[in-house]
């Protein structure tokens, strides 16, 4: 055994280990907040009764939810969801137990709820410090997994130069194989292509790889499940790489179906758990934010109705969630005028159309208060793709292939896209396609601390008042 497998030779006892390690954090978190609270380490009995069912609750629950498989090359992001989620079965069967024995009243509830918070945070600190080990010993050549690529085409190439850009996934590809006799001997991101797909199973043993990815066309699927049943001798790990990348993809992922396993390729990230997150997040934001601005949107109705004759508010119906149609309202801040229904323009910078104190609306983007209603009712985000014109939808859907993906989660009143400065006039295609490429890069990184972060850039942006007109 040499140092470099290590730690792949004892990957058992290191899984076994963090079996036991986990339920040790959440315990030492919960007797820290017992001391700090009470100023005592005499413990009741009720308290460590609690604390010895929740270290084997914890034992018992964390492995049906998978998260002890391997993570290697999963996101963060990815395993503190479903550690979110074990956690919280926990937490729930702690306070179903409590209440089924009637032994709530024998324990402080602010200690039960900081417990719950801080056992949480204990955990994904733990995943963060444990990550930021095996990168250190990863990026050094230890505990690696060797991997051979089959098919050196064009995917296998996107392949290995992906994992060599991310050497903490521990992941080390040491050849291809491929058939094109074109491609034989020839060398990608600085791996050979060892020989033909017929000579990787005899040679894979030889090599001590642990893994085979397959990066072949769709087309050679006769090849792959030949591959496929071949490789099913050895002891080694198939992963199957699907040529998907050269359409527009959307949140996509795997699952099963009646038993059939499916790759989603445009699905919303703003579903389940997530989609809840999402909704509560918006509705308790617009009503804080109405609350404090309600003195301010009062100036702001007596400002416009002196500015120039005509209504207070300016709605215009707009592509909603799915494509669609909802009122969306704004203060006025053009002179009062009726558009053509099959053409709405843009406003430009100097337009004659907006008024002195609706081109400073426009600046501070204070015309658009009036959507936190929009929100509150259910047909906006706060945060989200920006909902265009009908007529405009109708134009773009026809200049930008991946225009309408934008229509999986609902309009914002702001979004990525604004805060990168892509807000505004949009009259070229160019434009539009920068657009569209920051709301889908926004679609498939949803998180609620991105939401808050482009918030913050919002308020920004207006105090300084960049690209509004």
């Given at each position: 055994?040499?140092?470099?497998?290590?730690?792949?030779?004892?990957?058992?006892?290191?899984?076994?280990?963090?079996?036991?390690?986990?339920?040790?954090?959440?315990?030492?978190?919960?007797?820290?907040?017992?001391?700090?609270?009470?100023?005592?380490?005499?413990?009741?009995?009720?308290?460590?009764?609690?604390?010895?069912?929740?270290?084997?609750?914890?034992?018992?629950?964390?492995?049906?939810?998978?998260?002890?498989?391997?993570?290697?090359?999963?996101?963060?992001?990815?395993?503190?969801?479903?550690?979110?989620?074990?956690?919280?079965?926990?937490?729930?069967?702690?306070?179903?137990?409590?209440?089924?024995?009637?032994?709530?009243?024998?324990?402080?509830?602010?200690?039960?709820?900081?417990?719950?918070?801080?056992?949480?945070?204990?955990?994904?600190?733990?995943?963060?410090?444990?990550?930021?080990?095996?990168?250190?010993?990863?990026?050094?050549?230890?505990?690696?997994?060797?991997?051979?690529?089959?098919?050196?085409?064009?995917?296998?190439?996107?392949?290995?130069?992906?994992?060599?850009?991310?050497?903490?996934?521990?992941?080390?590809?040491?050849?291809?194989?491929?058939?094109?006799?074109?491609?034989?001997?020839?060398?990608?991101?600085?791996?050979?292509?060892?020989?033909?797909?017929?000579?990787?199973?005899?040679?894979?043993?030889?090599?001590?790889?642990?893994?085979?990815?397959?990066?072949?066309?769709?087309?050679?699927?006769?090849?792959?499940?030949?591959?496929?049943?071949?490789?099913s001798h050895l002891p080694v790990q198939v992963t199957f790489v699907p040529d998907i990348y050269g359409v527009h993809l959307l949140n996509h992922s795997i699952g099963e179906v009646a038993g059939f396993p499916v790759?989603?390729?445009?699905?919303?990230?703003?579903?389940?758990?997530?989609?809840?997150?999402?909704?509560?997040?918006?509705?308790?934001?617009?009503?804080?934010?109405?609350?404090?601005?309600?003195?301010?949107?009062?100036?702001?109705?007596?400002?416009?109705?002196?500015?120039?004759?005509?209504?207070?508010?300016?709605?215009?119906?707009?592509?909603?969630?799915?494509?669609?149609?909802?009122?969306?309202?704004?203060?006025?801040?053009?002179?009062?005028?009726?558009?053509?229904?099959?053409?709405?323009?843009?406003?430009?910078?100097?337009?004659?159309?907006?008024?002195?104190?609706?081109?400073?609306?426009?600046?501070?983007?204070?015309?658009?208060?009036?959507?936190?209603?929009?929100?509150?009712?259910?047909?906006?985000?706060?945060?989200?793709?920006?909902?265009?014109?009908?007529?405009?939808?109708?134009?773009?859907?026809?200049?930008?292939?991946?225009?309408?993906?934008?229509?999986?989660?609902?309009?914002?009143?702001?979004?990525?896209?604004?805060?990168?400065?892509?807000?505004?006039?949009?009259?070229?295609?160019?434009?539009?396609?920068?657009?569209?490429?920051y709301d889908l890069y926004y679609i498939n990184n949803w998180s609620l601390w991105f939401d808050l972060r482009i918030i913050f850039m919002t308020v920004f942006m207006m105090i300084t008042g960049r690209n509004a007109?």
């Amino acid at each position: 055994m040499t140092s470099r497998s290590l730690l792949k030779e004892n990957a058992g006892i290191l899984e076994l280990i963090q079996r036991f390690l986990d339920p040790f954090v959440v315990v030492a978190t919960g007797i820290m907040l017992y001391a700090i609270r009470f100023r005592s380490w005499d413990f009741s009995e009720n308290y460590v009764f609690a604390l010895i069912g929740v270290f084997l609750f914890c034992l018992a629950v964390f492995p049906f939810f998978d998260i002890y498989r391997p993570h290697r090359g999963a996101s963060l992001w990815a395993e503190i969801q479903i550690l979110a989620t074990a956690w919280t079965v926990v937490c729930a069967g702690l306070i179903i137990v409590l209440f089924a024995t009637k032994s709530s009243t024998y324990f402080s509830r602010i200690w039960i709820g900081q417990w719950a918070i801080a056992g949480f945070v204990s955990l994904v600190a733990f995943r963060v410090v444990l990550r930021i080990g095996l990168r250190f010993f990863r990026r050094r050549g230890f505990n690696l997994r060797f991997i051979v690529i089959a098919g050196a085409g064009k995917l296998g190439q996107d392949v290995a130069h992906r994992l060599a850009a991310s050497p903490w996934t521990g992941l080390k590809v040491v050849s291809f194989y491929d058939d094109d006799p074109q491609m034989q001997k020839q060398v990608f991101e600085g791996i050979p292509v060892l020989g033909s797909l017929h000579r990787l199973p005899q040679e894979v043993a030889e090599l001590g790889i642990d893994q085979v990815w397959i990066a072949l066309p769709l087309q050679h699927d006769k090849q792959v499940k030949s591959l496929v049943a071949q490789l099913s001798h050895l002891p080694v790990q198939v992963t199957f790489v699907p040529d998907i990348y050269g359409v527009h993809l959307l949140n996509h992922s795997i699952g099963e179906v009646a038993g059939f396993p499916v790759i989603h390729l445009m699905e919303s990230p703003l579903s389940g758990i997530q989609g809840i997150v999402k909704a509560v997040e918006d509705k308790i934001l617009a009503v804080l934010i109405l609350l404090v601005a309600s003195p301010l949107m009062l100036l702001i109705i007596i400002g416009v109705k002196l500015s120039s004759p005509g209504p207070i508010f300016f709605r215009q119906l707009r592509g909603g969630l799915h494509g669609e149609r909802i009122w969306v309202w704004k203060f006025r801040t053009m002179k009062h005028h009726v558009e053509p229904a099959e053409k709405v323009p843009q406003a430009i910078p100097g337009d004659h159309r907006i008024t002195t104190f609706g081109a400073f609306l426009r600046r501070s983007s204070l015309d658009e208060l009036p959507q936190f209603f929009n929100v509150l009712k259910g047909d906006m985000s706060i945060v989200g793709p920006r909902p265009h014109a009908v007529a405009h939808d109708k134009f773009y859907q026809q200049q930008i292939d991946a225009y309408m993906l934008r229509h999986h989660v609902k309009p914002g009143i702001t979004g990525w896209a604004q805060v990168n400065g892509w807000r505004g006039e949009t009259g070229e295609i160019e434009k539009m396609e920068m657009r569209v490429k920051y709301d889908l890069y926004y679609i498939n990184n949803w998180s609620l601390w991105f939401d808050l972060r482009i918030i913050f850039m919002t308020v920004f942006m207006m105090i300084t008042g960049r690209n509004a007109h």
